[in-house]
Structure formats: C-alpha cells, structure tokens
C-alpha cells in the first residue's frame, strides 16, 4: 500500500515559479532514489530532476538551471522548486522512487500526477 503524496502544481504565468512536494513512506523515502518526471500530451515521459539517498542529484537537459530538487529527511519529502518556468514546461509531473534490483529489473513506485500549466 505504498502511497506517494503529492502536490503543488497549478496555473502560472511564464517566468514564474511554483513549488512540487512528495511525501513518500520513510521505509521507501530511506532505500529509494526519488524524483520527478514529466508528460506532455503526445510526448514522451522524460526525467526532470532525481536525488539518490546518498545525496547525489541529475537533471533534465531542458533545466538550464531553473529548477531545483531537494529532500527534507524529517519528513520524507522531496521538492521540485521550479523557476523561470516556461509554456514548454506545461505537462503532469509525477514523482517517483525507484530502485534497481540485484536482477537489475527496476521497481518503482508513483505519485498521482499533478498539472503543471504555465500560460499566459
């Protein structure tokens, strides 16, 4: 009955900012890598930001910088601060924890999705 509580998308104009959070289960928060993706209709799903538990993080190429991801281990969330936000950037964000299994098969775990609409 894992559950990945998120939230904080919505309308914005361009060049501004909104706030993710994902609240996941500390027993997976601790031994998952988590994450953001995103999808826009008819694209494909890419990866926006991604922290390990060790504390090393990558990025989308499309970042250039503006968003940010970080984890708060008190409370077993982790941000998505995203300024300079732009029309492209407009899709469902879904946050994410995975693991890589010995087998090498992936596991993974999902947010419900939140709209993130950045127009004008």
């Not at 988590?34 to 008819?42: H, K, V």
């Not at 998505?80 to 596991?107: F, G, W």
Request: charged share 20%; hydrophobic share 30%; glycine share 12%.
């Amino acid at each position: 009955q894992v559950q990945l509580v998120e939230s904080g998308g919505g309308l914005v104009q361009p060049g501004g900012s909104l706030r993710l959070s994902c609240a996941a289960p500390g027993s997976i928060f601790r031994l998952y890598a988590m994450g953001w993706y995103r999808q826009a209709p008819g694209k494909q799903r890419e990866l926006v930001a991604q922290s390990r538990n060790g504390g090393s993080t990558n990025y989308g190429d499309f970042v250039k910088g503006r968003f940010t991801i970080s984890r708060d281990n008190a409370k077993n969330t982790v941000y998505l601060q995203m300024n300079s936000l732009k029309p492209e950037d407009t899709a469902v964000y879904y946050c994410n924890a995975h693991r890589i299994l010995v087998s090498l098969s992936r596991d993974d775990y999902w947010g419900q999705g939140t709209q993130v609409t950045v127009s004008s």
